[in-house]
């Protein structure tokens, strides 16, 4: 079993930054590919960013290339997600994810088999 506790979440005027923290309780943390969703009110959960295994390869959705950058510490259990240059449609729930089979970075939210409780990113004009 997997627990997945994210923080860092909150209200911030857009051009601000926000850092995300996953914490994970799985021992075996460093063979989970990891991703972070997001949702907002009334859409479907959509991707945001995905790391693999070694930390070695990422991917981003478009919308947030250039501005985002997720990482992971190993050694920490934890993933996090940088978020620079906030917009109001960053406006979301944030959710941490686990794929425990490892491997590719899938961007497909069904992929995943653990999730955290979210946290919230509020972006203001």
């Known amino acids: 079993q997997v627990q997945l506790v994210e923080s860092g979440g909150g209200l911030v005027q857009a051009g601000g930054s926000l850092r995300l923290s996953c914490a994970a309780s799985?021992?075996?943390?460093?063979?989970?590919?990891m991703g972070w969703f997001r949702q907002a009110p009334g859409k479907e959960r959509e991707f945001v960013a995905g790391?693999?295994?070694?930390?070695?390869?990422?991917r981003y959705a478009d919308s947030v290339k250039g501005r985002f950058t997720i990482s992971r510490d190993n050694a920490k259990n934890t993933v996090y997600l940088q978020m620079n240059i906030l917009k109001p449609e960053d406006t979301a729930v944030y959710y941490c994810?686990?794929?425990?089979?490892?491997?590719?970075?899938?961007?497909?939210?069904?992929?995943?088999?653990?999730w955290g409780q979210g946290t919230q990113v509020t972006v203001s004009l």
């Open positions: 994810a686990a794929d425990t089979q490892g491997g590719l970075i899938f961007t497909a939210y069904w992929k995943y088999d653990h």
């Open positions: 799985r021992r075996t943390f460093s063979s989970d590919t």
């Open positions: 790391i693999s295994r070694s930390g070695g390869s990422t």
